[in-house]
């Protein structure tokens, strides 16, 4: 019979490589289980990946490849959200529904939004609303921010504010120019961590992420950053691939957040997620992988929901469809299709049981605590 | 004042560590013409190799010891069989096959170790803090500032006073010449692509119990060092020197007065040098 | 004749950092004139050269053209004037045909430098200019090789072409016979005495080959570590024996 | 002689015209695709070839320019700008001025010193799209939302449809390409050519060598400017990696592949890129080692290019058999 | 001491030397004489490996070094001094000398510095200069100098007094001809009247073919192989 092709598109090669290559594994283990399991509405999935390298117009062919080229009916994937900020826009002519399963740019479901494009993982607002209802609830005075020098970390940083300040009209934040933002390509942190020491600030947002994270953190906890004087969030702190790298050397204690905690849901769904996973690879899932797993199983919902593989029809069942994921129920929301999530934060502890460290306490913020309205998110589709 | 001390100290560092591996760079451009881009792939395999060493021996000195001396043998092989083909051909071919090189190695590394992120351990013995008034700094770092300048003059004292340096001198000037008053010129081109190939390693291994290990770190080492070189002059040792000494202490006290231009700080000081001086601090005119 | 002197030089001097390798050069040159500069390896003439025709600027002394003060200009301000050079080593665009090599001064000349949308090929003037000059230095049978196929004395012929093309009033030429058999050399001084009688052009050059100089020059200065030792027609240098200890040795005897 | 030489190259021109007009429809959507893109690339190659092979100067900035165009007509069109051709010559404007200025302060460089100094400025105006968030969208780039509809003799065309876009962007393509082989054949090429041969030489028979290069460097980035402002209308985007020096290093690497002493090499050489990449990308997951065993024996064997080294060898053949 | 024995030298496609043959014997100078483009340098460059012939031999005291890179050739006797005299530019004249020693051969006195210096008082006090910075004739003694170092048997010398004032080329052609108890030379030169006052025994090139040779005696009588030859 027909086979469903679906096309994944993340970063397979250069730096970022390790995002391309969880986000196949999850993307791999739905397959196979889907498959097994008799495929989407009897067809069986056939998996298609492409590599952005990062870089939008490489994105761009790879979308145009898999849909003009292998006529793929399902569009998931992208990592980078500069790539999916300027690459959503070419969507419409591609005709084809896209899930987005790691860019966390707001925009996406926000002002460049359209009747295509779908996410379903953490955007930055709601992972940044998270952290200024944690953040109200220390008795920092002054807060600053490390943070990659481009949109992701100055969009953290101005969000971060924005909340904070509606929840909490006492706090003080550092002006533009006392914070830091190092470049991308930065290795040697501590002309910044000096800078942080410096200032007068007792609380730090640290949005920071893979390699640039594992840096911050050793070079930080030399120079005694995290000597327990200073609050520190670090909003993407608890991403496998950093607790991994990192094992022991990850101080205890820091609030970290992420989009996917493989053990903040002790659902069925969850675990046996994390079994399949482990036992396929070994390894615990990172969010990344829970993405693309998570993806597929939402439009195996929706194709059933709509009883077709027939692109425009799957994406009115998208619309507004609750689906049961291993971090929980999520609902896309019809006018922006930013998906309802509950987000994650946790403090890092030691436990003899893991390899890395964990997090406990968890903290789950309900989605409807941290999902801005949709007049908020700008989108006008 | 205890905060301008830690960003010199912060600048030194991450000078003398850019020095090193611009001064394989330099070196095999003074010598063999050749501006390899793949510099930087053999900064990252000493890392990754030094990191190997260390799985089985957990020792950081035989990591430092090993790693780099294996990337050595591998630039004497790629010196014999790839690069000398292309000497006297234009700069841009050298470029080309040096940047097609940089991809095999990269991706090379990815498969072999994986994408991941890993992290090396400094040795014991440097391991610690040391305070400086209220503040602690790694003693890993201040290593990093005596041995930069340590190896660098050593190297400089070699090229200018030994009568291998001379000739080395000679053969990179002339490399015609220099056969005809009997130096086996191929040799000596080998062994000078894989003096660089060391330093750069021997860079990659000091700098991985600082930086977080990962396919593609030499790309971002491989642009400043160039700009090194190039604002130094090209071959010059000393420009090498002052080169990254600058360019270290521009970013450390940049990240504290430039804000958002930091970015772009290693570019406006490679046109502000080339602007003042064609041919870097350095540089001969020719 | 007209008595304003081609080429005014006062107490030029120039310094390579610290290091004095030219001093207090003072000389006239009349249009028409014949003149060579002579001294030992190292006595400063190309430099003098460069100090003068716009390889760079003189650190002492003024420079001038016609009457018009040149001196530091660069050479592509002094060449519509009408001074030009050529070089001691062989200095031509070896990929191009010789014709094209031609055409380079030609386009110039005739101010197309900037002519990004005219066609080369159907710039007939210039073409037949070119064929011109090529007879002239007896070179046109080899209009349409790549210049760095030619044989070195015709690639130094070449090398007058392209100043010629340019209709020069003064030419400095930096030992232009160098490397020619004696064939060519006696070619290269026919072509330099005719020009002067035909065109009244200016020649000021330097050379070892004491045959030249004697052959060409009507008037010799002789540079010694970078001061004029001495000056004046054939036979005052010839007999000078300062001249004969510093320069010409034993191996000049009449 | 020469005249024979020039109609030679005006009957491959022809040739290569249709050739290009056929494809289409000859071709599925995709490889369309790819064929624009092709051209693309090809086009800013060639203006970084009237540089490096024509003038002999090793530009690793040209993306800045090519950028500096997509901009241009991101803003332009982002705006409530309607007109696509205004938005290109917004793009040829944008990338001739920042040439001109620029170009100012490089061209007196040689060699390693120009490709470092053009990369320096280059990287400059890569931080000036990535950090100037207000007018260029910081580091998320500029998407175009919507693409006006051409207008031409009274005609509306929508380039929605991949065949129109190819339709479009070629034509543009050829008035450039047709543009740089006029220059490239003028007294001015002649020039360029004479200051890759011998600089020195050159303006010791009075030509301003640097206000040559100068004019060059204008005209390379103008032309890169429009291959840019095409690429935003292709992409509908403009984002700072276009500017990136990884950017600039395309152009280069597909010149020194096609061949840079051919004028049509680079576009040759965009092709061979592309299509290797189609190739291996489609074959393995580790395309860079790939591509990079590929490019060794490319760069050995092929001292010339593939394009150069090709026909040389069938020009050698030629002459054998007479 | 050295035998050429007819050797066909390309560079790329074209077909530079068609058989050249020649021979030097131990205490000669022998001079080979030609117009532009004959074919001089290549002879010289064929010897020393720089262009090895495509067909033919060159045997050095018995044995084909045909083929043998450079610096092989250069170990075992040969000394180069090429026309356009390549002095390390930014070596002091000392280091010029001291990179080109190698070991001496067995019954020869060893060039050192100070014999060296002998020779050439001239270089004495520009011993620490650059060598950049030399002016032509003293480059042409150090380049000179610089081939003794290397203790040769037989000498190279391409167009030694190209570009020298008349004094030095006397200068240069009295040290030439004190070297020979020592070496072999075979010399180049367009000058023709310098050459054959030093030389022992002649070859005159045409586009790269031996077309006279003969005592150096002779030739500077013959008068019609010189203006046929030399045109002189
Ligand atoms: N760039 C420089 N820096 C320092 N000294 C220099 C430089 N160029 C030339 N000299 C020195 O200046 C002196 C004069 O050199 P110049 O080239 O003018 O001599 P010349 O008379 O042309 O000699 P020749 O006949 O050998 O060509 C020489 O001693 C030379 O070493
Ligand atoms: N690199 C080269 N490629 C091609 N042909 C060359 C090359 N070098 C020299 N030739 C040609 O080889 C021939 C012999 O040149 P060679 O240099 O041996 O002559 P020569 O007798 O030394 O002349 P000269 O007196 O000018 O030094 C000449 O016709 C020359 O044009
Ligand atoms: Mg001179
Ligand atoms: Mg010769």
């Given amino acids: 019979a027909k086979t469903v092709k679906v096309g994944f598109v993340y970063i397979m090669s250069g730096p970022f490589a390790a995002y391309g290559q969880f986000a196949k594994k999850g993307a791999e283990l739905a397959v196979a289980e889907i498959n097994a399991a008799g495929g989407i509405n009897g067809h069986q999935v056939e998996a298609y990946f492409e590599d952005s390298t990062g870089k939008p117009d490489v994105a761009i062919r790879a979308l145009r490849k898999l849909v003009f080229q292998e006529k793929v009916d399902f569009l998931i994937g992208l990592d980078s959200s500069g790539v999916a900020k300027t690459v959503v826009p070419s969507i419409p002519q591609m005709k084809t529904p896209l899930i987005i399963t790691h860019a966390a740019t707001p925009d996406v479901t926000g002002s460049v939004c359209n009747r295509y494009v779908f996410r379903v993982s953490v955007n930055l607002s709601q992972n940044v609303k998270a952290a200024a209802l944690l953040a109200a609830e220390t008795d920092v005075k002054t807060w600053t921010t490390i943070g990659p020098d481009y949109a992701f970390g100055h969009q953290s940083w101005e969000y971060f504010e924005k909340y904070l300040k509606a929840i909490k009209p006492g706090a003080g934040f550092l002006p533009r120019d006392e914070v830091a933002f190092p470049p991308f390509k930065t290795t040697d942190f501590n002309p910044y961590i000096n800078k942080i020491m410096q200032s007068k600030a007792d609380g730090v947002l640290v949005s920071l992420w893979g390699g640039n994270l594992i840096d911050f953190v050793r070079q930080a906890k030399e120079m005694g950053l995290f000597d327990g004087k200073r609050q520190v969030l670090v909003t993407l702190g608890a991403a496998t691939e950093v607790l991994t790298a990192l094992g022991d050397k990850m101080p205890e204690g820091l609030w970290v957040g992420t989009r996917y905690w493989f053990l903040a849901n002790d659902s069925r769904r969850n675990k046996d997620f994390v079994n399949a996973y482990k036992g396929r690879y070994g390894d615990y899932p990172s969010y990344n992988a829970h993405g693309a797993y998570g993806a597929l199983y939402t439009y195996k919902a929706a194709a059933e929901k709509a009883g077709t593989i027939d692109k425009e029809k799957v994406i009115d069942a998208l619309e507004g469809l609750t689906v049961e994921l291993p971090v929980g129920a999520i609902t896309l929301r019809p006018e922006d299709h930013q998906a309802l999530t509950d987000v994650t934060w946790g403090k890092t502890a030691a436990d003899p049981a893991y390899p890395i460290r964990i997090l406990d306490p968890i903290k789950l913020f309900k989605a409807a605590d941290v999902t801005p309205s949709v007049a908020e998110s700008g989108c006008r589709k | 004042m205890e905060s301008f001390i830690i960003n010199l100290l912060n600048g030194l560092s991450w000078g003398m560590l850019l020095f090193l591996i611009s001064l394989g760079l330099t070196t095999v451009f003074g010598v063999l013409g050749v501006l390899n881009f793949a510099h930087g792939s053999f900064f990252m395999l000493g890392a990754y190799l030094c990191m190997q060493v260390m799985h089985i021996v957990p020792s950081f000195w035989l990591g430092i010891l090993i790693g780099p001396l294996s990337v050595a043998i591998l630039g004497v092989l790629i010196e014999r069989v790839l690069l000398r083909r292309t000497y006297g051909r234009d700069i841009s071919f050298q470029l080309l096959l040096t940047f097609a090189i940089l991809l095999i190695l990269d991706d090379a590394v990815r498969i072999i170790w994986g994408p991941g992120y890993h992290v090396v351990e400094p040795p014991a013995l440097l391991s610690g803090v040391f305070t400086l008034f209220t503040r602690t700094y790694p003693v890993y770092r201040l290593f990093l500032v005596v041995a930069g300048p340590l190896i660098g003059l050593s190297l400089w004292a070699f090229f200018q006073f030994s009568r291998w340096g001379k000739i080395i001198r000679a053969a990179a000037m002339d490399r015609e010449m220099a056969e005809g008053i009997g130096i086996r010129v191929p040799l000596l081109f080998t062994a000078v692509f894989a003096l660089g190939s060391w330093l750069a390693a021997m860079g990659g291994a000091l700098a991985a119990p600082h930086q977080s290990l990962a396919p593609s770190m030499g790309e971002r080492i491989i642009i400043e060092s160039f700009i090194v070189v190039v604002s130094g002059g090209m071959g010059s040792f000393p420009g090498a020197f002052v080169g990254a000494l600058i360019l270290g202490l521009f970013e450390s006290f940049g990240t504290v007065f430039l804000g958002s231009v930091q970015m772009a700080v290693p570019y406006i000081l490679l046109a502000a040098v080339l602007i003042v001086r064609p041919h870097g601090f350095f540089g001969r005119e020719v | ?254 | 002689m020469d005249l024979v030489k020039q109609h030679k190259t005006a009957i491959i021109l022809l040739l290569a015209l249709a050739f290009f007009v056929a494809c289409p429809f000859a071709l599925p959507v995709y490889w369309t695709m790819i064929l624009t893109e092709i051209l693309i690339m090809g086009l800013l190659a060639m203006s970084f070839n009237l540089l490096f092979g024509y003038t002999g100067l090793l530009s690793f900035g040209q993306a800045g320019f090519f950028g500096v165009g997509a901009y241009a007509t991101a803003l332009f069109l982002s705006h409530g700008g309607s007109s696509l051709l205004l938005g290109l010559a917004a793009a040829l404007v944008a990338g001739a001025v920042s040439a001109a200025v620029i170009g100012f302060l490089c061209v007196r460089r040689d060699e390693i010193y120009f490709a470092m100094i053009t990369l320096g400025f280059g990287m400059m105006l890569y931080t000036v799209a990535h950090n100037w968030f207000d007018l260029t969208g910081g580091s998320d780039g500029l998407p175009v939302m919507n693409l006006p509809p051409l207008s031409i003799l009274g005609g509306q065309y929508s380039l929605f449809d991949p065949v129109a876009m190819y339709v479009f962007v070629f034509s543009i393509i050829a008035a450039c390409v047709f543009f740089l082989w006029r220059v490239v054949r003028s007294p001015f090429g002649l020039m360029l050519t004479a200051i890759r041969e011998n600089k020195q030489r050159l303006s010791f028979v009075g030509a301003g060598v640097q206000n040559l290069r100068l004019a060059a460097f204008v005209i390379a980035g103008a032309v890169a400017g429009i291959a840019g402002g095409l690429f935003c209308l292709f992409n509908a985007m403009a984002t700072p990696d276009i500017l990136h020096w990884g950017f600039s290093a395309r152009p280069v690497l597909m010149t020194v592949l096609g061949g840079s002493g051919i004028f049509l090499g680079p576009l040759f050489g965009a092709a061979i890129f592309f299509g290797l990449e189609q190739l291996i990308t489609d074959l393995t997951e580790n395309w860079m080692i790939f591509l990079g065993l590929i490019l060794i024996p490319v760069v050995i064997y092929f001292p010339r290019g593939i394009l150069g080294t090709l026909t040389d060898w069938i020009r050698t053949r030629i002459k054998r058999t007479r | 001491m050295i035998e050429l024995d007819d050797i066909h030298v390309y560079y790329g496609d074209s077909y530079i030397l068609q058989g050249v043959s020649l021979n030097v014997q131990a205490g000669e100078i022998v001079c080979l004489l030609g117009r532009n483009g004959a074919g001089k340098t290549t002879t010289m460059r064929g010897i020393m490996g720089y262009n090895p012939p495509a067909r033919g031999r060159v045997v050095v005291d018995g044995r084909d070094i045909a083929g043998q890179p450079v610096f092989a050739n250069v170990r075992r006797g040969l000394g180069f001094v090429p026309e356009d005299r390549r002095i390390f530019a930014d070596l002091t004249v000392m280091e010029n000398l001291a990179v080109a020693a190698l070991p001496p051969r067995q019954g020869q006195t060893p060039w050192t510095e100070e014999r060296i210096f002998e020779v050439f008082p001239l270089l004495v006090k520009l011993k620490n200069h650059k060598g950049g910075a030399l002016s032509g004739g003293e480059q042409q003694m150090l380049s000179l100098a610089r081939a003794l170092m290397g203790n040769p048997r037989m000498l190279l010398l391409d167009e030694p007094c190209e570009g020298l004032a008349p004094i030095i080329v006397e200068n240069i052609g009295a040290i030439i001809t004190s070297l020979k108890a020592d070496v072999a030379i075979l010399l180049t030169e367009q000058n023709a009247h310098f050459a054959l006052g030093i030389a022992d025994r002649g070859y005159v090139i045409d586009k790269g073919r031996i077309c006279y040779e003969g005592l150096a005696r002779e030739l500077a009588e013959n008068e019609e192989v010189q203006q046929r030859y030399l045109a002189v």
Avoid: C, W
């Fill in chain 3, 1 to 254: 004749m007209n008595d304003t002197p081609i080429l005014k030089i006062e107490n030029l001097g120039h310094a390579y950092g610290r290091y004095m390798v030219i001093q207090d050069i003072s000389l006239e040159v009349a249009p028409g004139e014949l003149t060579a500069l002579i001294g030992p390896n190292g006595a400063g003439k190309t430099t003098f050269y460069n100090s003068v025709s716009g390889g760079f600027r003189p650190t002492a002394g003024k420079v001038y053209f016609d009457g018009r003060d040149i001196t530091g200009l660069p050479a592509h301000k002094l060449v519509p004037m009408g001074l030009l050079r050529s070089f001691q080593i062989t200095n031509i665009f070896p990929n191009l045909t010789v014709m094209e090599n031609i055409l380079v001064p030609l386009v110039l000349h005739y101010g197309k430098g900037y002519a990004f949308l005219g066609s080369l090929s159907r710039e007939k003037k210039l073409h037949r200019k070119a064929e011109e000059v090529l007879d002239k230095v007896g070179i046109l049978s080899s209009a349409h090789r790549p210049a760095a196929e030619l044989p070195y004395g015709d690639k130094r012929l070449v090398e007058m072409a392209i100043v010629l093309a340019r209709e020069p009033k003064l030419v400095m030429l930096d030992e232009p016979t160098a490397g020619m058999n004696p064939e060519e050399t006696d070619r290269m001084i026919q072509l330099i005495r005719e020009l002067a009688a035909r065109f009244g052009t200016t020649f000021f050059l330097t050379e070892h080959d004491m045959k030249v100089v004697f052959a060409v020059a009507s008037r010799i200065y002789v540079l010694h570590q970078g001061v004029l030792l001495a000056q004046g027609d054939q036979e005052t240098i010839r007999s000078d024996p300062r001249v004969r200890e510093a320069y010409l040795g034993g191996s000049v005897d009449d």
